[in-house]
């Protein structure tokens, strides 16, 4: 059964009814981690091998090249997949703008920024549903007692999956709140803006509290869990929550910021995160472009890669689902729509996220290609707004150097 079968089977699955799966309960001991032989890295081809135009590569050399020469950011990694197959896997530019930085490669470890809200917690969450061990329709406060104000006695894990939750981040936390206690008071103490449900508003607390929830189930770190779980079985080595010293040389550096005595290098940029100690449900997570060719690869392929599965097929499908009319949002992930990063041409079931920092990753399953754009657009300041057109530019590419593929828009002038 080809890919694009196994893809459909599992949609038409996903948005079938059915009685609701058997769980266990959720104070059940949970299963001994598996941490299998890390899978091996995705097979390389030409874009001929998997049906794609012998122009992608030299369309995104010119991309990069020019929005590097325009100060779009000092480098970029691009990693782009077909069939599980990697077609692209390289870097451009360098990793800051000071004379003699690494030149950029596939290796380079960027500041994800909120791609940590889909690649970490979006996935931890997925894993603990399955498992039974999360309930998307239940109270957050059944799973953390601290968020017991009464405007947020029926926000639930779907809310804020969905970021129809209610709340709004009006408020700085990081300059008055420090550590996992500190946070969830200051959350649960502030009003909502909006009913439970009632308005969709992308905002980071709620990940913060999602990662609260899944610690308390699993009973240990975010980060300790998804290394066991994730990105150890899968072998991204790159992978990983505070970087250490050792791999410095590799990371590529952020913003300037006076208040934390200069450039951030590292070290997590966004500064809720690095007030929670680097590991946040979104934000704080560093990868390289190599690393996240293997997770979207393992997520086109139905959730299994390399003999090693992460998830199920029909889990992928129906958390990769719009949740409401009126909104792109999914559960943690986001979807295509006019003017997104996307560009114009993934299909409707196409997923994916953007981070602050400069990243994005978006996994078409109809025409099963994935493109990974990283980069540090903040260096040396957020106050740099090329990089959306980057985005669309490299996204679109890719889409167009499909072969035979009946191409279309989503947006008003067709091609």
């Not at 459909?8 to 079938?16: D, K, T, V, Y």
Request: aromatic share 8%; proline share 9%.
């Amino acid at each position: 059964m080809n890919r694009f079968v196994f893809w459909a089977l599992a949609l038409l699955a996903a948005c079938a009814p059915s009685p609701a799966p058997t769980r266990e309960k959720p104070t059940a001991a949970p299963p001994p981690a598996v941490v299998p032989r890390p899978a091996p890295r995705p097979a390389l081809a030409t874009p001929a091998d998997v049906g794609m135009s012998d122009r992608l590569i030299p369309s995104l050399d010119s991309i990069l090249e020019a929005a590097i020469a325009d100060r779009a950011s000092p480098g970029a990694a691009v990693a782009v997949g077909r069939s599980g197959r990697i077609v692209v896997s390289k870097g451009y530019g360098r990793t800051d703008w000071a004379q003699g930085a690494p030149a950029v490669t596939d290796s380079t470890i960027y500041d994800l920024a909120s791609l940590t809200k889909v690649v970490a917690t979006t996935t931890a969450a997925m894993i603990l549903e399955e498992e039974g061990r999360l309930e998307l329709d239940r109270a957050v406060a059944h799973y953390l007692p601290g968020f017991d104000a009464p405007d947020k006695a029926s926000i639930t894990p779907r809310m804020l999956l969905a970021h129809n939750s209610g709340m709004r981040s009006y408020h700085v936390l990081y300059r008055e709140a420090k550590g996992r206690e500190e946070y969830l008071k200051a959350i649960n103490a502030r009003p909502l803006a909006h009913p439970p449900g009632a308005h969709t508003e992308y905002i980071d607390w709620n990940l913060i509290v999602l990662q609260l929830v899944i610690e308390r189930v699993t009973g240990e770190p975010l980060d300790e869990f998804l290394r066991k779980r994730v990105f150890g079985p899968l072998g991204m080595r790159d992978t990983r929550f505070n970087p250490p010293d050792s791999l410095r040389p590799r990371v590529a550096p952020t913003e300037v910021q006076a208040f934390r005595g200069g450039q951030v290098w590292g070290v997590v940029h966004d500064e809720n995160a690095w007030s929670l100690g680097g590991v946040a449900g979104h934000a704080g997570l560093f990868s390289s472009a190599r690393d996240l060719a293997v997770f979207a690869t393992m997520m086109l392929n139905g959730g299994e890669y390399g003999g090693v599965r992460i998830l199920r097929p029909e889990t992928i499908a129906r958390w990769t689902r719009r949740q409401a009319s009126g909104s792109s949002r999914a559960l943690g992930w986001d979807t295509p729509y006019p003017g997104s990063s996307a560009g114009r041409h993934f299909s409707p079931s196409s997923f994916g996220h953007t981070g602050f920092t400069g990243t994005s990753i978006w996994m078409d399953p109809v025409n099963r290609v994935f493109v990974v754009l990283l980069t540090n657009r903040i260096n040396p300041t957020r106050d740099n707004p090329k990089l959306g057109p980057l985005r669309s530019a490299v996204a679109n590419a890719v889409q167009r150097s499909v072969l035979g593929d009946s191409l279309r828009s989503r947006e008003p002038g067709g091609r």
